[in-house]
């Protein structure tokens, strides 16, 4: 055997060694994952790079991004199915403690409602859109709830105005214990059953002899018009101790439209022979232009109009009338910064409770496979140096909303109500 053939063995068995710690020395630096699952590790690195070189915190709000990558990646490598790799990656998410800032798959109405923001604001989001959704309207199927997990159960704590469920009898602080003979799923649950009646099993009270069975017909939502139009079914005028007070609830700020559809009924339509205002900013999203107070604030000159019978007419261009703010801890984003003016500025008392603390900027990126990351892009102050980011709006009156078998009441909004009477006696 010659020196060569010798060596042979040995110089593979070294190459082998190198090998091996050049992978020890990738794992320390990369997540390694398992070939089986390519969709779920493309998309975990896709959401961390996309955060990387997005976030508006180039320190990440104080955590070591580099570290949340490595804890979390062995963990999705282990993921079993796409719901799970969506849980572990808003998990790494939520390190960050900064809101917009969440990711989003089609199997969540809040997937639908973000395209529905954003598409009508960006072109080029629209365009990368346009291969999953080729077609508008973009829509999906639900009734109309928002719903919360209280101690491990599923209740109701909102119901789109005009809505299959509001129109169906089903009430704020209902618990769902099944869609269909099966366990409630916020998007699955109504998922292709749009016209076709289902029936909701609910509990309205403490006592389980309370349960019932509601029928209610889903319908698809456009995600473009929803929002609206819940917005324009809420406008009521009601008669209090001899006054008429006016109410609206703006589910969503996302949009000049929303401040339009606001100002011609405060102006011209139902609510302009209101004594006063109920403006309800719960739930939905913000979105909110920074001239949405200058209704309340601005100043003008009146216009009388007088018919030949003599009758007159007299119309101004703001509002001048009491106004009280309605909020709760999902008002969030520039609804925030809406009820922070109304309180520095006088505008009116503020009732409800503390809001969201959500005050960043946030825009949407497409992922590969169609998801949508939520990035915070833009830190936000108000007036120079007030950040409500992680602190939000405290209320004049504070209100409590237990949502557990609430069985339809609202004492937020009745206190709100109690509130402008006073004002306008």
């Known amino acids: 055997m010659t020196i060569k053939q010798f060596a042979q063995p040995y110089r593979l068995v070294a190459i082998g060694l190198i090998s091996v710690l050049i992978s020890l020395l990738h794992w320390f630096n990369f997540p390694v994952f398992s070939a089986s699952q390519p969709a779920q590790i493309e998309r975990f690195n896709q959401v961390w790079e996309t955060i990387n070189e997005n976030f508006f915190d180039p320190a990440f709000n104080g955590v070591d991004w580099n570290a949340m990558r490595d804890r979390y990646a062995p963990l999705v490598s282990q993921a079993n199915s796409s719901d799970e790799t969506a849980t572990l990656i808003n998990q790494m998410l939520s390190e960050l403690q900064t809101s917009h800032t969440r990711f989003y798959t089609p199997d969540e109405p809040e997937y639908y409602q973000i395209l529905g923001i954003f598409a009508p604001r960006s072109s080029e989001f629209r365009e990368e859109l346009a291969e999953f959704f080729p077609e508008d309207p973009i829509e999906y199927t639900d009734i109309g709830i928002v719903t919360t997990a209280i101690n491990g159960e599923t209740f109701i704590r909102a119901i789109l105005d005009g809505s299959p469920a509001a129109e169906s009898g089903l009430q704020v602080g209902d618990r769902i214990l099944s869609v269909e003979n099966q366990p409630f799923h916020p998007f699955y649950s109504f998922e292709g059953k749009a016209n076709q009646p289902v029936t909701v099993q609910i509990q309205r009270s403490a006592d389980p002899a309370s349960q019932q069975t509601i029928e209610v017909t889903p319908k698809q939502f456009d995600v473009t018009t929803m929002y609206l139009d819940a917005q324009a079914a809420s406008i009521d005028v009601m008669e209090r101790n001899g006054k008429k007070i006016g109410y609206i609830h703006i589910w969503s700020y996302a949009g000049d439209q929303y401040q339009q559809l606001l100002e011609e009924e405060l102006l011209y339509g139902r609510l302009s022979e209101a004594d006063g205002l109920v403006l309800d900013l719960r739930e939905g999203w913000g979105g909110a232009p920074p001239t949405a107070l200058n209704i309340y604030t601005a100043r003008g000159p009146s216009i009388t109009s ?120």
Request: hydrophobic share 40%; net charge negative; aromatic share 10%.
């Open 306 to 425: 007088i018919l030949r019978d003599g009758r007159q007419f007299t119309r101004y261009p703001y509002w001048n009338k009491p106004v009280v703010m309605l909020v709760n801890d999902r008002s969030r984003s520039a609804k925030e910064i809406l009820a922070y003016g109304f309180q520095q500025y006088g505008i009116g008392q503020v009732v409800g409770e503390t809001t969201a603390g959500a005050v960043v900027a946030g825009r949407p990126f497409l992922m590969r496979d169609g998801s949508v990351l939520y990035v915070a892009v833009t830190d936000v102050y108000v007036d120079g140096n007030e950040r409500l980011e992680g602190v939000g709006v405290t209320p004049d009156v504070v209100v409590p909303f237990p949502v557990e078998y609430a069985q339809g009441a609202d004492p937020q909004k009745e206190r709100a109500i109690e509130v402008v009477l006073e004002q306008v006696q």
